[in-house]
């Protein structure tokens, strides 16, 4: 059975490390990088959502708006039903086994002055083809979304129905490095 390709990306601010056994993909993101303005060339990633019909992203950028960090920005997005619109998801993609690892470095809110609906994580996503993942969207996350007592939350997408699968209920103490792994 041929592997599935799938998107691996960041949702907000975050530096991501990319670790994998062969190849391997990281950045830093020291280098200043306007995503929005000039695109993915020249900087090792494969694409980015948020421009598209029916995506939104305010900002998307390596070390303009924070310095040595990604910084992303939506207004009204979102990944869940209805599926629109979608927020911002920068991408490297895969085929076969991977590990993916970011740290988060910086979060609006704190837990005496909360800042709703904040949140930020690291994907994977399958690419939209109905003969290899099916119709609509699917893809697994994990979050750092201490806002309500979560913590760090796991949630998924199969053809478009989404779950929340578990959270670690450590709010504002939850662990800041994220790592999914396909095997």
Not at 11 to 30: E, H, N, R
Not at 39 to 54: S, Y
Not at 91 to 113: E, I, L, N, R
Request: proline share 5%; hydrophobic share 35%; glycine share 10%.
């Amino acid at each position: 059975m041929p592997s599935k390709s799938i998107h691996v990306g960041i949702i907000v601010l975050i530096i991501l490390s990319g670790i994998c056994y062969a190849p391997v993909f990281q950045d830093s993101f020291t280098n200043a990088h306007d995503y929005v303005t000039s695109g993915v060339a020249g900087t090792g990633w494969d694409g980015f959502v948020g421009l598209g019909e029916n995506e939104t992203v305010t900002a998307l950028n390596a070390n303009m708006s924070r310095t040595g960090q990604l910084y992303i920005e939506s207004t009204l997005s979102v990944w869940s039903d209805p599926w629109n619109p979608l927020g911002p998801f920068l991408y490297k993609t895969f085929w076969g086994d991977f590990t993916a690892t970011v740290q988060v470095t910086d979060y609006a809110g704190t837990s005496s002055s909360p800042i709703y609906h904040n949140d930020c994580g690291l994907m994977a996503r399958a690419l939209r083809d109905p003969d290899q993942a099916g119709n609509g969207e699917d893809w697994v996350c994990i979050h750092y979304f201490p806002i309500w007592s979560c913590g760090n939350f796991v949630r998924q997408a199969n053809d478009n129905g989404r779950q929340e699968v578990c959270n670690n209920g450590l709010a504002f103490n939850s662990p800041k490095y994220l790592r999914l792994e396909r095997a």
